[in-house]
């Protein structure tokens, strides 16, 4: 056999891994949604929850409204706050949380965890406690690393988790969103924590999305000004600040204060976005039609009884993982 045939078999079947790899993602035929969250600011609130969903705006809990991960066995301050979860390139799943107790302050927050699963009931996990892990450094000096969040990096093949920071040395004055890159079985963080963007004021919660055009979509809450809401960069390098383009107005669809914003693609078309009324009683839900240019009001959700969800975020997952759950943690606990 020729050289020429044995690299172009090469090249085939390297061609033909890739494309089976896609192939096989976009066969997942997604029917529901997974919404995980936390229910509140006192400690034994301050845990993982689980809801599910068939259109993306109605949610029934799951085991009974308990949690589904607690908190205690996973932090280090036994709380946590703020869910993320993610569905990795490997078909893994992917949470990140605040390890934070509120009673404490909310300045008290000194570190997250990191959670990876296989199959959406099992989780694994690690705590990253800055003023350990920083020692010697600004970052050691922490009192906020909120509202972490995961996105997969193409451009660098690594899982990138993102947060806000604020130091009580003056380093960092104002909250301020920085990232790392997680290690290969997601268990650490790797390397001093880079800043993402400077908003120049206080910014939090930050969520990014990626649409089928490849345009990146950053959500975050600003927290300096007369108005804190949410605003949206879009961009197309997720390292270069410099050339991302910062929509005029707030993306909300409401007057009360707000916080937690969600993105996710609806499985029926367009996207939604969530985010906690935290002063109301309620989380709120916006639907896009124009790939995420603006919203419109679908409903507010009355956060009472079983339901009480607070900031959190959302997944689509497949009817194969949505009876695994609902086998997992019944929606009436036994």
């Known amino acids: 056999m020729s050289k020429k045939i044995i690299l172009f078999s090469i090249a085939l079947v390297v061609t033909f891994g890739v494309a089976t790899q896609v192939e096989a993602k976009k066969r997942l035929k997604m029917t529901n949604y997974l919404f995980a969250y936390f229910i509140g ?59 934070m107790r509120s009673s404490l302050g909310w300045s ?40 972490p969040q995961t996105i997969y990096d193409k451009s660098v093949g690594k899982y990138m988790v993102y947060f806000s920071l604020l130091t009580d040395d003056g380093s960092i004055p104002y909250d ?30 930050t969520d990014i999305v990626q649409d089928e055009q490849g345009l990146f979509h950053l959500f975050f809450k600003t927290e300096g000004g007369s108005h804190k809401g949410i605003r949206q960069y879009t961009l197309t390098n997720l390292h270069k600040p410099d ?40 989380y709120q839900f916006a639907k896009s ?24 975020t959302t997944i689509q997952i497949t009817g194969k993982e949505y009876k695994r759950l609902l086998k997992a943690f019944p929606i009436e606990k036994k």
């Not at 845990?47 to 996973?74: C, E, K, M, R, W």
């Not at 008290?108 to 450094?137: A, C, M, Q």
């Not at 301020?176 to 919660?205: H, M, S, W």
């Not at 240019?293 to 607070?310: I, L, S």
């Open 41 to 99: 600011n006192a400690p034994q609130e301050e845990q993982i929850h689980f809801a599910v969903s068939n259109d993306g705006f109605n949610y029934t809990p799951l085991n009974g409204g308990n949690p589904v991960i607690g908190s205690d066995s996973i932090a280090l301050t036994k709380a946590v706050r703020d869910p993320h979860i993610l569905r990795g390139e490997d078909g893994s799943y992917f949470m990140v949380v605040t390890d």
């Open 108 to 147: 008290s927050n000194r570190g997250i965890v990191l959670l990876h699963s296989k199959d959406l009931v099992h989780w694994t996990h690690r705590t990253v406690h800055f003023p350990e892990k920083y020692k010697g450094t600004h970052f050691a000096h922490v009192t906020r690393v909120w509202a």
């Open 176 to 205: 301020r969103v920085y990232y790392c890159y997680a290690n290969a079985d997601f268990t650490d963080l790797e390397g001093e924590p880079q800043v993402l963007f400077d908003y120049k004021q206080p910014a939090i919660d």
């Open 243 to 282: 050339t991302w383009t910062l929509h005029p107005g707030y993306c909300e669809v409401t007057k009360n204060a707000v916080e937690g914003a969600g993105v996710f693609p609806l499985i029926q078309g367009g996207w939604c976005l969530m985010y906690d009324c935290y002063m109301n009683g309620h």
């Open 289 to 312: 039609t124009d790939n995420l240019k603006t919203f419109t009001f679908v409903q507010d959700t009355q956060t009472k009884g079983k339901f009480t969800p607070r900031h959190g």
